[in-house]
């Protein structure tokens, strides 16, 4: 079992700066991949962007990139989405997701966290 615990998210202005945080323990050495994913009101979860533990290999949706910054603390088991440039379009609910690979689809991944609320004012 892994247990992800997300924190970070709030309510900040258009052009503002967040950084999400999720911790992970238990078994963390069974999966191999952390990624991100945001559920917007009356929307499907989407894929954010991911990080391979085992390397600097980063992934992103073309939606964020530019602006979101996925990075891992291999000592902390951490792992950390900076979002500058934000958008209102960017809010959601934010959830971190642990596998054993890098997936862009949500099903493919076996644990999840319980998710931190973002809204971007405009």
Request: charged share 20%.
């Amino acid at each position: 079992q892994v247990q992800l615990v997300e924190s970070g998210g709030g309510l900040v202005q258009a052009g503002g700066s967040l950084r999400l945080s999720c911790a992970a323990s238990g078994r963390t050495f069974s999966n191999s991949a952390m990624g991100w994913f945001r559920q917007a009101p009356g929307k499907e979860r989407e894929f954010v962007a991911a990080i391979k533990w085992s390397s600097r290999n980063t992934y992103y949706a073309d939606s964020v990139k530019g602006r979101f910054t996925i990075s891992r603390d291999n000592v902390e088991n951490t792992v950390y989405l900076q979002m500058s440039s934000l958008k209102p379009e960017d809010t959601a609910i934010y959830y971190c997701a642990a596998g054993t690979k890098v997936y862009y689809s949500d099903s493919l991944y076996d644990y999840w966290g319980q998710g931190t609320q973002v809204t971007v004012s405009s």
